[in-house]
C-alpha cells in the first residue's frame, strides 16, 4: 500500500462513520501564542477550549505539521522529521475512550491488516477505563499492554485547562531492531517500538491548586504520522525509504558527488519538505519567529549540500520534485511554486556569500581552542549573529572534530540580546496577550457594532486595573487587528470623559478599551462610547486601498504575489509582499493608475456574510495564517478583488479620493515593503512633490545661469538654447501656489512634466560642468608654465614657493607636475584657499628627495600652522587647514625648514 492510499483510506474510514472532513490549516497558525502548526488539534483548540462552538460533532483531517524540537534527531534516526502530515480523528462531545479505541483497532488490524501480535499499548497508569477496554474489549493481552507515567502518557494544553490521559500504538519490528536491554518496551528511545498513533482522551479541567475536575464536554483528539504508518505498510526500514521520500532522495543523489553520506542526504530531504511547505504557507525567511524557521532548516541544509559535494545553490533546483509529489493534496504548492524556488534561491546566494567566512572561522576558533576542545559560547554567538550560522550547525561541526560547544555561554549572549529586545517593548505586548488571554476566559465576548454606528449606549463589563482597560458590553470601537490599527475617541462614564488611547483583543472576542485612568470606574455603569470619526475614514480609505493595491500588484506581477503583513492607519499604509526584485518606475506608475482608476471608477464595495466554503468557491481570497470561522466577512471591490476582512471600509472607491506609492524597498529576502497614501495625505504628497519640482526646476536653472557666466569668464562658448531651455516660470508659480485647490491627478502630470524639464536641465548642467573643467584645466597648466619662471634658489635648490588663488586639490597637481616638467630638480610648494578652506601641496623630485628634504615633513609644520592635518612621502604629500589667514605663515614655516 502507497502513501497516497494510505491517506485516502483513514479519511474514507472515518467519513464512513460520521466524520466531517476537514482540510489541512495553514503551518502558520492564527493563534499568537504558537509559532508553527504542530498537531491535527491545533485549529481545534479554541473548540477544546470553550471559545468556539463546534460546527460539528466529529471530524478527521490529514494536518500538514512542523516540529522543530527534533531537528538534531533527522536523519540520525530512522523515524523523526521537521515537517510530517498527522493523520487524526476528533470528538466535541460525541464518542469517547471507547468508541475511539474501536475505531483505531479496527482501522490498523481490519482494514490496514497489522498482525495484531506486532501491536503494544501504552496507556496512562492511572487510566483503568482505558486499560479495561483494551484487554476485555479488543482482546488485547496483558503482556502487550504497557502502563507508562504522566511525562509519557498525559496530555495538557498547558498548566492549567482542558487535559486527560492517552493511549499510545506501537508497531514491535522485533528484538533485533532493539537496543538488547532486559527492560527494553514501549518508550523506549531504541528502534524496536515505533509509536504510530497516540489517542488523547480530554476529560479533565486542571485547577490552579492541581486538582483535575471533570469537563461538562468530554473530547477526542487523535493523531497518527503518516511517514510512520506508510514505513509499516511499505515494508520500509525506515522512514526515508517510503514513497514520500524516495523521490527527492534520488534527485538529490543526482546532484551529490559524495553517494554513501546518508545522513546529510536525509537531512536535505527531509528538511526541502519543510522549507516548500512553510514557503507556500507564507512563512518566509527572516531573522524572527517563523521567517527564522525557515531560514535555520535552508541554511542547515545548504551545509549539508556542501559535505555531499554540492557546490552553488542546488535547493531551488529540487523544490519541482517536492511540489509534483504534494500537489494533489495540498494545491498552494503548485500555485506558489515561483515564489517557492525564488525565495529559497534568494536565501541559498545570501548564505553562500558568509558561508566560506563563517566555516574559516569557526575552523579557527577550534585551532585556537584544540586543547579545551571547546569552542567559546561567544564564538559560538558570533558564528550565531554575524555569520547567520544556526547553533545545531555549530554544534554538529564542532562534533564531527571532537569538539563540544559551551551552551551556557552561548545562551548568555543570546539571553543578552534578548533582553535588549525586550527593552524595546516586546515584554509590554507579551504582558498585554497574557492580560488579554485571563479576560477572555472571564468575560462574554464584547459585541462590535462599529461597521454599522461611530458611536452607542453601552454599560461597563469588567476592569482590567494593569491595562488601564475597560471592558464593555458593546462597543463601536475596531480593536487593533488583521494589520488595521486601532480606534481611539472618548467614552463617556458616569460624567468622566475618559480618552481611549488603545483598543485591543479580538472582533468576536473580548475587546478591552485603553484610557487614561480607571479610578471610580465600576462594572455595571452606564456607558457612552464614540469614535474618532475622522480618524476612522482616514483609515478606511487606507484599508480599502490596500485591497486595491493587492490586486494591482497580482495584476501588474503575476498571481504568485502573496501579502506577507500589513498595517493600516489613518495617515498611511505599509504592505509587505512576496516579489524577489524592486519594482521599477513603470511598474509603480502601472500599479498606482490601476488603483486611481478603481477610485475614479466609483465602485460600490459590496460587504456580506457567507460560509466560508460559499466565499471561497466565488473566489474570495483567504489569506495564509487566518483562520476563518463557519461565516465569514466577505469585502469586495466588484470586478476588481474579493477577500476575506474583518476590517473597516469605505462604501464607495470614490470615498478615497486619490493613491500614491511613497515607496517601494526590500524587508527581506523575497520580501518587499510598500508604503503608500491614500485620501488627503495622498493629495498632499502630491502637492509637495510638485512644489519640490518647482523649487528643484528653479535651483537647476539659476545653476545653468551661473555656469554659463562661469563659461562666458573662462572664454568659452555659451551653450544656452532659447528654445528648448525656456521655461514658463510665472505659470509654474501660478500652479504651486494655487495646488490645493488643483485635481491630485493633474498635478501628478504637471509634476512628471516638471521631473522631465528638470533631467533635461540637470544633463545640460553636467555637460556645462564637464567643459569648465575642461577649460580649467588648460588654464592651470598655462598657470604651471608661468610659474616655472618664478622659481627661487634657496640653499642650493631650485624652489617654487607660492599661494595661488581659489584652486582646488586636482588643479593644484597639475601645476606642480607643469613646474616639474620644465625645471626638473625643484622644490614646489603651493597653497590655495578654496570654498573657506585651505589646501596644500608640496612636491619634492626624486634627486632632492634622496638628498634629505622631506615633502611629508614640510607639509606636517605648513598644516599645524593653519590649524590642520598633513603628510606623506618624502616625494609628495598633500593636506589641509581651518584658517585661511594663516597661509602666509605656513609659507614662512616651510621657508625655514628649507633654509636649513
Known sequence: MRSEEIRKTFIKFFEKHGHKLVPSSSLVPRDPTVLLTLAGMLQFKPIFLGIEKARFKTATSCQKCVRMNDIEQVGRTTRHQTFFEMLGNFSFGGYFKKEAIAYAWELLTDVYKLPKEKLFVAVFEKDDEAAEIWEKQMGLPLDKLVRLGEDNNFWAVGPTGPCGPCSEIYFDFGPEKGCGRPDCAPGCDCDRFLELWNLVFIEFDRKEDGQLKPLPQKGIDTGMGLERICRVLEGADSNFETDLFQPMIKKILELSRVKDNQLSTRIVADHLRAMTYLIADGAYPGNEKRGYVVRRIIRRSVVHGRKLGIEGSFLFKLVPTVIEMGQHNYPELKKNKDLIIDLIKLEEESFEARLEDGMKLIMAVMEKNKAAKVVPGEEAFKLHDTFGFPIDIT???????????????????????????????????????????????????????????????????????????????????????????????????????????????????????????????????????????????????????????????????????????????????????????????????????????????????????????????????????????????????????????????????????????LKDEALQSGVRRIEAVA????????????????????????????????????????????????????????????????????????????????????????????????????????????????????????????????????????????????????????????????????????????????????????????????????????????DPSKIKDALEKALQILSK
Open 679 to 882: 485620501g488627503q495625505p495622498a493629495k498632499v504628497a502630491v502637492m509637495f512633490r510638485a512644489k519640490a519640482m518647482r523649487d528643484s526646476i528653479m535651483e537647476q536653472i539659476n545653476k545653468h545661469k551661473k555656469l554659463q557666466r562661469e563659461m562666458s569668464g573662462l572664454g568659452g562658448e555659451i551653450m544656452l538654447e532659447p528654445a528648448i531651455f525656456q521655461v514658463d516660470i510665472d505659470e509654474i508659480n501660478r500652479i504651486a501656489q494655487a495646488i490645493d485647490e488643483v485635481d491630485p491627478d493633474k498635478v501628478k502630470k504637471f509634476s512628471d512634466h516638471l521631473q522631465g524639464r528638470i533631467e533635461w536641465l540637470e544633463g545640460r548642467n553636467h555637460k556645462l560642468e564637464a567643459e569648465i573643467d575642461k577649460l580649467r584645466t588648460q588654464e592651470v597648466a598655462k598657470m604651471g608654465d608661468d610659474l616655472a619662471s618664478e622659481a627661487k634658489e634657496i640653499a642650493g635648490k631650485k624652489v617654487i614657493l607660492k599661494e595661488v588663488s581659489k584652486i582646488p586639490i586636482e588643479h593644484l597637481r597639475v601645476i606642480a607636475d607643469k613646474v616639474k616638467d620644465k625645471l626638473g630638480s625643484c622644490v614646489i610648494i603651493l597653497a590655495s584657499a578654496f570654498e573657506d578652506k585651505v589646501v596644500f601641496l608640496v612636491t619634492v623630485s626624486d634627486d632632492l628627495a634622496q638628498g634629505g628634504v622631506n615633502a611629508g615633513h614640510i607639509m606636517q609644520a605648513m598644516a599645524e600652522a593653519t590649524g590642520g592635518k598633513g603628510g606623506g612621502r618624502p616625494n609628495k604629500a598633500e593636506g589641509g587647514g581651518k
Open 395 to 661: 554544534r554538529e561541526i564542532a562534533a564531527e572534530a571532537g569538539f563540544k560547544v559551551d551552551q551556557k555561554a552561548f545562551e548568555a549572549a543570546m539571553e543578552k540580546q534578548r533582553e535588549m529586545a525586550r527593552g524595546s517593548g516586546r515584554a509590554q505586548k507579551e504582558k498585554r496577550l497574557e492580560a488579554l488571554k485571563l479576560a477572555q476566559e472571564k468575560y462574554k465576548p464584547t459585541h462590535f457594532v462599529g461597521y454599522e454606528k461611530e458611536e452607542c449606549e453601552t454599560k461597563v463589563v469588567g476592569l482590567l486595573p494593569d491595562e488601564n482597560g475597560i471592558i464593555l458590553e458593546k462597543t463601536p470601537f475596531y480593536p487593533e487587528g488583521g494589520g488595521q490599527t486601532a480606534d481611539t475617541g472618548i467614552l463617556h462614564i458616569q460624567g468622566k470623559e475618559l480618552i481611549v488611547q488603545d483598543v485591543f483583543g479580538s472582533i468576536g472576542g473580548v475587546i478591552v478599551h485603553a484610557v487614561d485612568s480607571i479610578e471610580e470606574i465600576k462594572p455595571g455603569e452606564k456607558a457612552k462610547a464614540t469614535i474618532n470619526v475622522s480618524r476612522r475614514h482616514a483609515t478606511q480609505n487606507h484599508h480599502t486601498a490596500t485591497h486595491l493595491l493587492h490586486a494591482a500588484l497580482r495584476k501588474s506581477l503575476g498571481e504568485s504575489v502573496k501579502q506577507s503583513g500589513s498595517f493600516v492607519g489613518p495617515d498611511r499604509l505599509r504592505f509587505d509582499y512576496s516579489y524577489p526584485s524592486a519594482l521599477n518606475s513603470s511598474q509603480i506608475l502601472e500599479i498606482e493608475k490601476f488603483v486611481n482608476q478603481r477610485i475614479k471608477d466609483k465602485i460600490k464595495l459590496d460587504i456580506s456574510q457567507k460560509s466560508y466554503e460559499e466565499a471561497v468557491k466565488a473566489g474570495a481570497m483567504a489569506l495564509f495564517g487566518e483562520k476563518y470561522g463557519d461565516r465569514v466577512r466577505v469585502v469586495q471591490v466588484p470586478g476588481t478583488s474579493t477577500e476575506l476582512c474583518a476590517g473597516c471600509h469605505v462604501s464607495n472607491t470614490a470615498d478615497i479620493t486619490f493613491f500614491k506609492i
